[in-house]
């Protein structure tokens, strides 16, 4: 079983930043694309930025320029540093991991619960 543990999110004015964290844990071989997701209020779920195992990442037009994914492949995390916050950026953000898992090598995702984050204008 591989779980996903998110943390960092809270409450914060425009123009501050936060820095999240998800962590996978359990039977894991190795890990492939790492991700974030949003999903605000009445809204369906966005991309906000992918990572692969050798670091090249990829944002939503969104974020660009003020969010940076960022992974650490000997712990199993993936970061989002956000910064300069909006409070369009309000939303319930999730991470999720490509597992490779050590039976017969095969890739499964998994998701974690999510962590809001909650930007005041």
């Known amino acids: 079983q591989v779980q996903l543990m998110e943390s960092g999110g809270g409450l914060v004015q425009a123009g501050g930043s936060l820095r999240l964290s998800c962590a996978a844990s359990g039977r894991i071989l190795w890990i492939n694309d790492m991700g974030w997701y949003r999903q605000a209020p009445g809204a369906q779920r966005e991309l906000v930025a992918t990572i692969t195992r050798y670091g090249s990442a990829n944002y939503a037009d969104s974020v660009k320029g003020r969010f940076t994914i960022s992974r650490d492949n000997a712990k199993n995390t993936v970061y989002l540093q956000m910064n300069n916050l909006k409070p369009e950026d309000t939303a319930d953000y999730s991470c999720?991991?490509?597992?490779?898992?050590?039976?017969?090598?095969?890739?499964?995702?998994?998701w974690g619960q999510g962590t809001q984050v909650t930007v005041s204008s």
């Open positions: 999720n991991s490509d597992v490779v898992l050590p039976v017969g090598g095969r890739i499964a995702t998994y």
